[in-house]
């Protein structure tokens, strides 16, 4: 009996071994993001150093941290389980990390579009302060509910300010972006309620979709600003 289970155990090991990408979906799906968030990252600081707006400046490094959440989090969900469990702690903390900055930067951008940059200036610092006040909050506890309360008020922030430009000027770009919000609240959303498409496509995997048209929108409407 003993001999058996022996053998029935490297047998579940063995065939453990095989699998390399634990979750090919949702791994698959952040590659695209990983690849459109350099190149639109790259692109818009091209646009900034000749513009010198610190607009461009933060939607560029707003692209960067999108693009290194997404490497993260292809890390995470395709070879995860490969790690120990405190390497997949540390390697989560790093996607909520990015994708903090993502928010950070991409309520500084907004910021710079409407306000002076004696304004600017003065509200960086109450953004810099909840952005270490999020850090603190992910570093010391687990999970991802901590995180949720700062991207959301992140996310409202950015639409009203855009909404707010958009009615203003009514400038394609500002709408471009706009829109870009709009469809992240909505996509986050429904990732909030679990739905999926399909067993094998879930509820990461529609929001990362949604994701490539949302920065497609954010960077026509950041690359027309001028």
């Known amino acids: 009996m003993s001999v058996f289970i022996a053998e029935r155990r490297n047998q579940l090991n063995h065939s453990n071994k095989k699998i390399l990408i634990y979750e090919p979906t949702t791994f698959l799906t952040n590659i695209p993001l ?10 818009i600081l091209d646009i900034y150093s000749k513009t010198s ?18 490497l993260a989090g292809a890390f995470f969900h ?7 469990d405190l390497i997949r702690e540390w390697i989560w903390k790093i996607v909520l990390t990015c994708l903090g900055l993502t928010f950070f930067f991409s309520l500084m951008a907004a910021s710079a579009a409407i306000f002076s940059l ?21 570093l010391r506890f687990h999970g991802f509910g901590q995180s949720i309360s700062f991207f959301a008020i992140s996310q409202f922030l950015v639409i009203i300010a855009f909404l707010f430009l958009t009615i203003k000027s009514y400038d394609r770009g500002h709408l471009y972006i706009l829109l870009s919000g709009c ?6 959303g429904l990732w909030a309620t679990g739905w999926s498409l399909h067993k094998n496509f879930n509820k990461n995997d529609f929001f990362h979709v949604i994701q490539l048209v949302s920065i497609w929108l954010t960077y026509r409407g950041a690359s027309s600003i001028n």
């Open 183 to 188: 469809l992240t609240a909505i996509a986050g």
């Open 53 to 70: 707006h610190l607009f461009h400046f933060n939607f560029g490094w707003s692209f960067f941290s999108l693009g290194l959440a997404a």
């Open 118 to 138: 004696n304004s600017y200036t003065f509200l960086r610092y109450f953004f810099v302060v909840g952005l270490a006040v999020f850090l603190l909050q992910t």
């Open 34 to 43: 990983i690849i459109m968030a350099i190149i639109y990252g790259q692109k």
């Open 78 to 84: 395709g070879f995860g389980p490969h790690f120990s």
